[in-house]
């Protein structure tokens, strides 16, 4: 399933809303506890399609009247990431929400659109495989291929080139 750009009204309370339901649901799968900081950290990330840095999302909850320290932000982004709530964008050093969930079979994709920010997660099997077959003919094993492309999202080829 890919989930793409969000359409410009897109309901933005409800895809948060989801996407947190379904972190508690994947934590309260595996035993693991969506501790209050956690949930806030993820929330953070949900309510932006754009990459955050952490010491932006420790930002955002001081604005919201919950501070937390950078070193609290930086665990609670580091158990999104190995539980797969949420991805890190490495060309960005920054945090999204994860749309979905992944099969280990899939090469997840980001799309960062460089104009407004804007990140669509998309994923494929068919990139996977073959991915893995190339790194194999190689003897090499991945571990959670990820790409990041960047480009222009439809919505800022439309629109009219800043300058």
């Known amino acids: 399933m890919n989930i793409g750009f969000p359409a410009p009204d897109h309901d933005h309370a409800r895809c948060v809303h989801d996407l947190l339901k379904r972190a508690e649901q994947a934590c309260g799968g595996r035993g693991l506890r969506l501790t209050p900081l956690r949930r806030r950290v993820l929330e953070a990330l949900a309510e932006s399609h754009a990459p955050l840095g952490a010491y932006e999302i420790v930002e955002h909850l001081a604005k919201a009247g919950e501070p937390a320290p950078?070193?609290?932000?930086?665990?609670?982004?580091?158990?999104?990431?190995a539980e797969r709530l949420a991805h890190r964008i490495e060309s960005r050093n920054a945090y999204l929400a994860c749309n979905y969930g992944h099969d280990g079979d899939e090469v997840v994709m980001f799309l960062l659109c460089e104009r407004c920010g804007?990140?669509?997660?998309?994923?494929?099997?068919?990139?996977?495989?073959?991915?893995?077959?190339?790194?194999?003919?190689?003897?090499?094993?991945?571990?959670?291929?990820?790409?990041?492309?960047?480009?222009?999202?439809a919505n800022c080829r439309k629109a009219k080139p800043r300058r």
């Open 70 to 81: 950078p070193m609290s932000v930086y665990r609670a982004l580091e158990f999104l990431v």
């Open 118 to 153: 804007t990140v669509a997660e998309v994923a494929s099997r068919a990139v996977g495989r073959d991915l893995g077959e190339a790194a194999r003919g190689v003897g090499f094993e991945t571990r959670a291929p990820v790409l990041e492309i960047s480009g222009l999202c």
